[in-house]
């Protein structure tokens, strides 16, 4: 008898934005739609006046706007968002209005199905990713579901460069820039068993490295990979699959990294996720 077939490993995925066309067009706007298994992650270019609008959107989805500005509407409530200023928008009818020429990010669940179909990397994921744990939702915020605004420069800290936000759903690293090319001696290797992680370039060029795992099907081996991607750009690194990433530019490099549903680890740390007091854990 036959030994059983092995899943082949999920291939990554290297959007690169400022080479591609984008999936969507609309009057003042262009946006590139890029997913994991539990996420998508839909980046503007935009103009002053552009609409990027959600109807019934049935859970929450994050909006950055790293350069130029916007203004988010849901419900009665409206926020500004300046540059680099992150906001946590709520189900139900929503959009985001840009009132400077920049980019905007927004980051949704994979619940945003009509964005998960549109991804440049959709047949990736046709077998439903079965190696990523179910995107179950965390508890609902307390103060209950609402607009929530967050200047960066009020949570940057001396001693991290990150600045985790979470949501019910989703959780969303916005790093530090880094100034000058990472040093090849401080690399920092690592994966995850049942998540994925997408970088989000935003500045700069960056040299992704991955390395997958060895199975017991010779034939499955996979090369490692070295990828240099420039900005804007997305990447996802399938579970189980070590990486690293290491801006290799002069000059503010910036990187955005994305997560789905909330990792466990990062929350357990006392005073690491920035509005932990916003969000209860499981």
Known sequence: MSAPQQAAPRSATYAAHYDTAPQQEAPGSRTWLTRGANFVIA????QPGAVLARAAQPDEYFVFVPSGAARVSAGPEAADLPAETLAIVP??????EATQAGLVV???????????????????????????????PWPDPPAGFRLRRYALADHTRADSNMRIFRSTNLMVNVLGKR???????ALSPHSHVDFEQASLAVQGTYVHHLRWPWTKDMTQWRDDEHV???????TVMPAGVLHTSQNVSEGDCWLIDVFGPPRLDFSSKPGLVCNADEYPMP
Do not use: K, M, W
Request: aromatic residues 4%; proline residues 11%.
């Open 179 to 185: 100034p000058v090319p990472r040093d090849v001696h």
């Open 228 to 234: 240099e991607v420039g900005s804007p750009s997305v």
């Open 91 to 96: 189900p139900g009818d929503s959009v985001v």
């Open 106 to 136: 927004r980051v949704f669940s994979a619940r945003a199905a009509d964005l998960a179909a549109a991804s440049v990397n959709q047949a990736i994921y046709a077998d439903g990713a079965p190696e990523v744990a179910p995107a179950t």
């Open 43 to 46: 980046v503007s270019q935009v």
